[in-house]
């Protein structure tokens, strides 16, 4: 009886440090991080969620939040808002935001509407941002092969100085960039991902495209819908095909999931969104961030959600 006593102490005094690992790095309602280590400090943009009605992700500003250390977080405000875009109906709505760094300048790739992906450049990270071109880099009525909706973009920037855009639900698009990180350059394709688990018509891809590299493996990682799951699959170059690995992030209480990989100073975290505020749901999303590791073979660890797991 002691022992068992004492092990449900033990389990009490665990669960609000569990729960404090889980930590929104803002408590204004925030989603689909895009985070950063640019000019000394950390930078996540994101999705205003605490703008948009409450029923729908009608927002029509990004936010964006800076850290030194990534434990205090300040809020920078918005730095872009859908009216930069002539070209674009003030009214649209301002979904996952990315931002890139090249040649000196900071590429903000704004999708709007749910159907065009602007590209904004600035000089600061915090902006100001302009229109970088006179009209949208994706065109849903324009381009093709852009998928039911061209959404949620994601840079990568291989070593060899080769710009990708990645963006699309249902089937994930892949789009070399030039260097100027404002023009296409080549066809949009989708990318191949071979090997989803037969036992589970769930696994395949939704939304949230990201791409990184790490040790020579490219790691593409997305969720698998509404709600999702955040997986991921390698492959040996940007363009695949992809191999499914695994799971990094299950399943979360809200209808969506949207990840996002920052590698800085040897390590690496992933960042996502969750439902961690008061009054919180799946429009009123919060942003947090784990370690994310690798095992020997390359294979991520599944990130555990600890306000969950350690529930009684
Ligand atoms: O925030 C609006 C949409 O919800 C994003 O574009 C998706 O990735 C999902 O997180």
Redesign the pocket.
């Given at each position: 009886m002691k022992i068992v006593k004492a092990f449900v102490c033990a389990a009490m005094l665990l669960i609000p440090l569990a729960a404090a690992a889980q930590t929104p790095i803002t408590s204004r309602f925030s989603?689909?991080p895009s985070p950063h280590f640019f000019a000394g400090q950390f930078y996540v943009y994101a999705?205003d969620d605490a703008s948009n009605s409450g029923k729908y992700?009608d927002s029509t500003a990004w936010r964006l939040y800076t850290s030194k250390d990534m434990k205090t977080w300040v809020d920078k405000g918005a730095p872009l808002d859908v009216t930069v875009f002539k070209w674009a109906k003030p009214e649209a709505k301002a979904?996952?935001p990315e931002v890139a760094f090249r040649h000196g300048k900071y590429f903000f790739y704004a999708?709007i509407g749910g159907d065009k992906i602007g590209v904004a450049v600035g000089n600061q990270p915090e902006g100001p941002f302009r229109d970088a071109r006179t009209d949208a880099l994706i065109d849903k009525a324009r381009d093709p092969n852009v998928g039911d909706e061209p959404?949620?973009p994601a840079v990568f920037l291989d070593k060899d100085g080769q710009a990708y855009l990645l963006f699309g639900t249902r089937v994930p698009k892949i789009v070399k960039l030039k260097s100027d990180m404002v023009t296409l350059d080549g066809p949009i394709r989708n990318l191949t991902i071979n090997g989803f688990p037969r036992d589970d018509p769930k696994k395949m891809y939704g939304?949230?495209p990201f791409l990184h590299k790490r040790g020579g493996l490219y790691y593409f990682s997305f969720s698998t819908g509404w709600p999702g799951q955040i997986v991921y699959a390698t492959a040996t170059t940007p363009l695949g095909p992809y191999q499914y690995r695994g799971v990094i992030l299950g399943y979360l209480p809200i209808s969506?999931n949207?990840q996002a990989v920052l590698e800085h100073a040897g390590k690496s975290w992933l960042f996502y969104?969750d439902n961690l505020l008061p009054g919180g749901g799946s429009h009123r999303r919060s942003i947090t961030y784990a370690p994310l590791r690798y095992n020997r073979d390359g294979a991520i660890e599944k990130v555990t959600r600890q306000t969950v797991e350690v529930e009684p």
């Open positions: 989603a689909d999705t992700w979904w996952a999708p959404i949620d939304e949230a969506t949207h969104h």
